[in-house]
């Protein structure tokens, strides 16, 4: 008798300890798809270059996003993310809009390798808005068709979209409070949250009630590329840029980045 209930209990012992290594090996891939704010600087520059020596200290919050979904993290997100752990694969590039994003295949590549249960966050506006630039330039409903493009693709493989207001720049400030710079921008990603039902994160409110508690002049110098000379390699005349971040400036909004998500849950 004993015989008989031995080879089914050890195969459901098995079964069990597989699937337990099963899940300890997924891994969610978090997409983050948008324009230079968002970019890896480090791991994305042109080959054979030190990023170090030709573009450090400019960072994208995308760069330094991975730190935020360690696995005692993700027990705070846990509606999105199920498995053990999870891998940050950052797309943006500088420069991009949704439309140019999409005209040269980056999109494609994303949306080819999405699996179910992966993310895919999504921050544009910077270049969309850029009418001086006609290259980049996409309008308002173009911006919310492009939108509407990713988050539908996203679904069909069963990965979830996370829409993102674009992220403050540093201007202009009013009163001691910085001010929206993206016109309708952030209202028309608002719009099309609300119309497909997708999660949102206000990256650009966040990010404006964020930078005015510090304070522009601490902002300014710590958290934006207003660089003196002699301080960077990369930077011997100095640098002054209020859209672009320090790695002190693109942790702070990976963090506010990472707090939209725990509201989530």
Sequence with gaps: MKTKFVIPLVSMTLAVLIMAFTRSKAVTTVYLIGDSTVADYANNYEEGKDYMKVRYPVTGWGQVFQQFLVKDSLKKIDKLIKTDSAFVDDRARGGRSTRTFFQEGRWRSVYENLKKGDLVLMQFGHNDAAEDKPERYVNLEGYKEFLRLFIEQTRAKGAKPILITPVARNFPWKEGKLQN?????????????????????????????????KGQPYVSENYFMNLPAGLYEAYPNGQKDNTHFQTKGAVEVARLVFEGMKEFN
């Design 181 to 213: 710079i993206h016109g309708l921008y952030p209202d028309a990603v608002k719009e099309i949250a609300k119309e497909k039902n997708v999660m949102i994160i206000d990256l650009n409110q966040k990010s404006m009630d964020f930078f005015t508690k």
